[in-house]
């Protein structure tokens, strides 16, 4: 059996010693650094102090020998006074596996146990190289960080001066136990000013940074422009526009005028076709006239109260035509019956249209 196993084992078969004091009880280091704990006694008499590191024992120490056993990741230092037994336990190079729980008892007394937080540090990088930017324009750099933990604090500055916070965007993301963020600065060229981006933790002595250079140009003047050419173009786009204008508008009145025209000429070869119809009408013999007349005095014949009409020659349409007798008793005041006046009997000539 080894000296490490030996003391471990007597360890619980000791006296009790007076209670321990553990400190600090709450650590927190950066990734590759060592983490340091004190545990210590009021009174003598003790003979072994073990440490462990989540719940696995790391180390032993004897009041009289010191720590035993040999471990590359541990180690103690005595810091005794008088009145008061004090060792440190030193963990060397913590990596995120150590972080948990650090423990420390004294004899068969209960256990006293510590947290230990381990922060990590990632990269840090504005991306691209030195920029280059005209006098007035717009300048966006971005800031990329990984494999922080925790999540990094992220600022920007401007020749070494820190810029308001309100400036710039953060973004982050967790990847795995690990954070990266990305970060938007927008600034305004105006002269040659170096640019950081800066992450920070805790743990970390001073922020990781990275710097780029922007370099402000000139803005060139534009020469003025010839305003004779100018004014020429336009003065020729006007013209033509108003030529077009006065052209359209006299075809318009000739379209118009032509169609007034072209509306009375119909009026009147309507006309003259209606004359021509009826013409034609007449030579053909549409329109007769009625020679079924008297010319001489036709004689009257009374012969009972009856008067009688004779005289009428014949005609192309009756071999003998003779009107009716007519009562002219019924024409006492108005002596004419169908045109004719039988108060002299006047001659009337009518047309019959067939």
Known sequence: ?????????????????????????????????????????????????????????????????????????????????????????????????????????????????????????GTVAITGSNRTATEGDQVTFLC????????????????????????????????????????????????????DCLASISTLPSPAISTVFLTVQKAVPRPARDQTVLIAITVAFSLAALLALLIILIVFCCKRRRKKRTRYQDEVRARSLSHRQQATYARRGRVRENFGYIEDTPSVDNRDGVYTISGFRQDNYNNNMQLPEVNLSRYADDRSYDGYSFDGLQKHRHLTIV
């Open 144 to 195: 990329i960080t990984r494999s922080w933990l925790p999540e990094p604090q992220i600022s920007w500055a401007v020749n070494g001066t820190k810029v308001d916070n309100g400036l710039y965007t953060v973004i982050s993301e967790a990847n795995g136990t690990l954070m990266n963020s990305n970060s938007n600065f927008t600034i305004t060229a105006k002269a040659n000013v170096s640019v």
């Open 1 to 121: 059996m080894d000296t490490f196993t030996l003391a471990a084992v007597l360890l619980f078969f000791t006296v009790g010693a007076s209670a321990q004091v553990l400190e600090p009880l709450n650590e927190t280091v950066l990734q590759n650094t060592d983490a340091r704990f004190n545990c210590s006694v009021k009174t003598p008499g003790w003979t072994a102090m073990s440490w462990t590191v989540n719940g696995r024992l790391a180390l032993i120490i004897s009041e009289l020998t010191g720590p035993l056993g040999t471990n590359a990741s541990y180690s103690a230092t005595n810091y005794s006074t008088v009145g008061e037994y004090k060792w440190e336990f030193v963990m060397k190079a913590v990596t995120a596996a150590s972080a948990g729980s650090v423990g420390c008892q004294v004899q068969n007394n209960l256990l006293v146990s510590a947290t230990l937080n381990v922060q990590q540090n």
